[in-house]
């Protein structure tokens, strides 16, 4: 069953999953989403997650949550979510160094991304 987006950041997901939205969150922080982007989550998710998950199930209210956020610059209040989710260190050590992997993966950071990054390297870091 698909989870409704406006709902996403209520749920009592494993903490992983609040880590894949926040890779979301970076890559769409430049507005568009490039296929080496999305195949790189996929890909760094895979170490996160167990056999149960279904990446596309969560990636597309993953994508609705971080665009809302975005459009309706709440993006600061979304990452103090993920921030109060995720209390693993290793889990959030690992997650700016993934989030800095997709931004990057394009061999380019925009201005947004390095933003982002920056707010994401204060929490995680």
């Known amino acids: 069953a698909r989870v409704p987006p406006q709902r996403l950041m209520q749920?009592?997901?494993p903490m992983y999953l609040f880590?894949?939205?926040?890779?979301v969150l970076v890559?769409?922080?430049?507005?568009?989403?490039?296929?080496?982007?999305?195949?790189?989550?996929?890909?760094?998710?895979t170490e996160w997650r167990d056999d149960e998950f279904a990446f596309e199930e969560y990636l597309r209210p993953a994508i609705e949550e971080a665009r809302q956020a975005i459009e309706h610059d709440h993006?600061?209040?979304f990452l103090d979510?993920?921030?109060?989710?995720?209390s693993s260190r290793v889990l959030r050590s690992a997650l700016f160094s993934a989030a800095r992997e997709v931004a990057g993966v394009d061999d380019e950071v925009s201005p947004?991304?390095?933003s982002l990054l920056s707010q994401v390297a204060v929490r995680f870091v």
């Open 19 to 23: 880590g894949l939205v926040l890779l």
């Open 27 to 45: 890559m769409l922080a430049d507005q568009d989403i490039a296929d080496e982007e999305v195949e790189l989550v996929r890909e760094i998710s």
């Open 112 to 114: 947004e991304e390095g």
């Open 11 to 13: 749920l009592a997901w």
């Open 75 to 77: 993006v600061e209040e």
């Open 81 to 86: 979510s993920i921030d109060g989710r995720i």
